[in-house]
């Protein structure tokens, strides 16, 4: 394999690990928030978890859709 595709998936891996935790963390901060100011614990933290971990799993197949759209090693340049 080349050393620029290793880092690519590299990369890749990083970025989807990061997509699904952020995703998730906002989920929970909202959701915490909102039993938090209406005293409905742990209603809205789980509706907005899943919110964040559906989120972040439609987030992440656009993600790699992308990439391995960039990785099918067709070269789009001087295509009409």
Request: charged share 15%.
């Amino acid at each position: 394999m080349d050393r620029g595709v290793n880092i690519r998936l590299l990369s890749l891996v990083g970025q989807v690990g990061i997509t699904i935790v952020v995703f998730i963390l906002i989920g929970l901060v909202v959701g915490r928030w909102i039993d938090a100011r209406f005293d409905t614990s742990p209603t809205f933290t789980l509706v907005f978890m899943l919110f964040g971990i559906s989120g972040g799993g439609w987030s992440v197949a656009r993600l790699v859709m992308w990439a391995l759209e960039g990785t099918s090693g067709e070269s789009s340049i001087g295509k009409d």
